[in-house]
């Protein structure tokens, strides 16, 4: 599977084309067909491209909802990642 | 705008824009949504259907009047609705509740539903966490429109076998927390 840094994970933010791939709990996530990641933003708050495991504590759902979309890699370098 | 109305938010920690901008996308998700259910409900029928049809007609006018509720405070803040209602319908805060490819299947109509519901519990929740203790109007709002959707959701799961939720159908006029929010 895929390794990304942070780095490799910022340039799809899903803005230009890009697909949007966001990070949770060491894994990387392909939101793109999302409704709700429209334009690499979700709910006002948060955007594609960068590590949400800390603002998903905070969310008004589990990460149970990311369980709908693909894995595409792992985070390198993340406290919960490989 | 009312401006002292918008310092005091500000004031107070939130941002505005942000908030401005999550009203508006949740107004977007009610009046669209009104628009889906009324699809929706046309085509609940036969047995299995007529019996649901009653709770989506009078979720269908809640989030209508959720959509009428959320106007004022978003023009108080110092914001706007978009001026193309095509523009309107593609930032909603929810993915459409589009009748199912087989429209018959009444369990697959609950299920768009109830996730359109539960879209909803959560975009309330979010904007209750922002204006808690800070924005009072909005919060007593988004609160207010919180229990009418956790009722719609109860009601739906309910139906889909996820077991009793202690919600009875509306008794009378519709939204009786959201109604004083209505001019």
Known sequence: MRRFTLEDLARYDGKD???????????????????????????????AGTDLTAALDQAPHGEDLLERFPIVGLLIGSEEGP | MAKVTREVVERAGVDV???LELLIKNAAAELTTYYYYTILRVNLIGLEGEGIKEIAEAARIEDRNHFEALVPRIYELGGSLPADMKAFHDISACPPASLPEDPTDVKALLKVLVEAERCAVRGYTQICNMTFGKDHRTYDLALAILHEEIQHESWFSEFLGEGPSGHFLRRGETSPFVRKFLE
């Open chain 1, 17 to 47: 084309g890009q697909p949007a791939y966001i990070a949770y709990g060491g894994r990387v996530y392909d939101v793109s067909e999302s409704f709700l990641w429209q334009g690499g933003r979700h709910q006002v708050l948060h955007d």
């Open chain 2, 17 to 19: 824009d942000q908030l």
